[in-house]
């Protein structure tokens, strides 16, 4: 009997980021949705080990291992970046960075002790590195993106070992805390604070997690969501604006042929890589044809993930709508006033200067991954973002909508099917 009523353990990791920069939080305000009672944790205290007990057929589990991999901070990198990494057991630790061809350029193994490790990498010339942790059958990776000032760096990668930060008994237990208690399918919402205000996160724990604030972007996660995962094991945050749930992210789902090449209905979902290259997937997304999108059917599914779909014009005109009432949804060319600003990424990281009245406040993140032309090449990154509508105007044109680097307006119109522009899903509404 107490065999079978042994405590596994689910490490819940708290971290938060602004535009690939990282941002320090003073508290994380932890509620139990479903059974009442809550917790606090306050910095530099970020980890939450909750604790559940099993029964006779989860046995297997009574000695769950694994390792948590942090987000780098800051993100995009110049000279270097951090990566922490906590263990809830001792654990023999294998680390690799590899670039986006999948080529491993570092490869290191670590004995670690329970915790939470630090280490420095140092970029090269690459413009994305992955970097796995793996231990005791558990892999988790990251992406980490240098800055334009890399550029300049010596071409040789390095990882160091920074040291021990804290034991296992630093992190909070929910057996340790007044008035809170965990069971497996309990919903919980974390409330984390910083400078930058506050952002709330409501999720299902599982198993082992890190949740990623976003502070400064507007918009939270929607309730019981806070990420999807496509067919290729891509994972996507979500934002919930007004009464709608989007993906934060552009959609990068597929397999990568080059913009002098046709798409066409083969059983495999394509895309197109601007100037055809990977790496500007992995940033901006992918960029698809009309009906590439829609898969060559009228279900409006297309390639986004079960349970998700293409959105309409009338969903694009509840969205703009609800962060700028001045827009008249029929109206075509840029409409309203500030509406395109509050749908863009803020920052000159990835939108070329003055990116225009952008404050994000909508959450939508809206990058300027440019397009593919009819006749194959490739035009406006870092100035134009296109996203389709499943909604056509005619049997050649489809409707879309626009945000460009100079205005802070929306763009709506109409153009040929076979231009390739970006792809946003929006959650069935069931």
């Not at 919402?189 to 082992?208: K, V």
């Not at 604030?213 to 496509?230: L, N, Y």
């Not at 992210?249 to 197109?272: A, C, D, F, H, P």
């Not at 840029?334 to 863009?344: A, E, Q, S, T, V």
């Amino acid at each position: 009997m107490s065999l079978c009523a042994q405590r596994p353990t689910i490490a819940l990791t708290f971290t938060g980021d602004n535009n690939g920069q990282h941002v320090p939080m003073t508290s994380i305000f932890v509620e139990n949705l479903t059974l009442g009672g809550d917790t606090t944790l306050y910095a530099p205290d970020t980890v939450l080990v909750l604790n559940y007990i099993t029964g006779m057929e989860e046995v297997s589990d009574l000695s769950r291992k694994g390792v948590m991999l942090s987000q780098n901070y800051p993100n995009p990198m110049e000279s270097k970046t951090t990566i922490d990494i906590f263990l809830s057991e001792s654990e023999n630790v294998i680390l690799s960075v590899s670039d986006v061809m999948g080529r491993e350029i570092i490869h290191q193994e670590y004995q670690l002790e329970p915790g939470s490790h630090s280490f420095t990498f140092l970029p090269g010339r690459e413009n994305l590195y992955y970097l796995t942790a793996r231990a005791d059958q558990t892999t988790n990776t990251i992406k980490m993106f240098t800055s334009p000032a890399s550029s300049s760096l010596p071409k040789l990668c390095a990882l160091k070992y920074n040291g021990f930060k804290t034991s296992t008994s630093g992190y909070k237990e929910d057996i340790m805390l007044n008035n809170f208690e965990f069971n497996l399918g309990n919903q919980l919402q974390y409330t984390a604070s910083s400078s930058m205000g506050e952002q709330i996160i409501i999720d299902i724990p599982g198993d082992n997690q890190l949740y990623t604030f976003q502070f400064g972007s507007g918009g939270i996660p929607c309730p019981g969501i806070p990420t999807v995962t496509d067919i290729d094991g891509n994972v996507y945050n979500t934002v919930l604006i007004g009464t709608q749930c989007w993906m934060k992210e552009n959609l990068k789902v597929g397999t990568r042929i080059n913009g002098s090449e046709q798409m066409t209905n083969n059983g495999i979902i394509e895309k197109y890589c601007y100037d055809d290259e990977l790496s500007n997937c992995e940033v901006f997304g992918g960029l698809y044809t009309y009906a590439e999108m829609m898969q060559y059917d009228t279900t409006l599914q297309g390639i986004c993930p079960e349970g998700w779909h293409l959105p309409s014009d009338l969903e694009w005109c509840i969205l703009e709508t609800f962060v700028d009432a001045s827009i008249i949804c029929d109206d075509q060319g840029y409409r309203g006033i500030d509406g395109g600003g509050k749908l863009k990424e803020t920052g000159t990281i990835h939108w070329a200067a003055p990116n225009t009245g952008a404050t994000n406040t909508g959450g939508y993140t809206g990058l300027p991954g440019g397009y593919r032309t009819v006749t194959g090449t490739f035009n406006g990154i870092s100035g134009i973002g296109n996203w389709w509508t499943h909604d056509i105007a005619s049997s050649t044109n489809a409707w879309y909508r626009g945000l460009a680097y100079n205005l802070p307006t929306v763009y709506k119109a109409n153009d040929d099917k076979s231009y390739g522009f970006s792809v946003r899903c929006i959650k069935d509404n069931k």
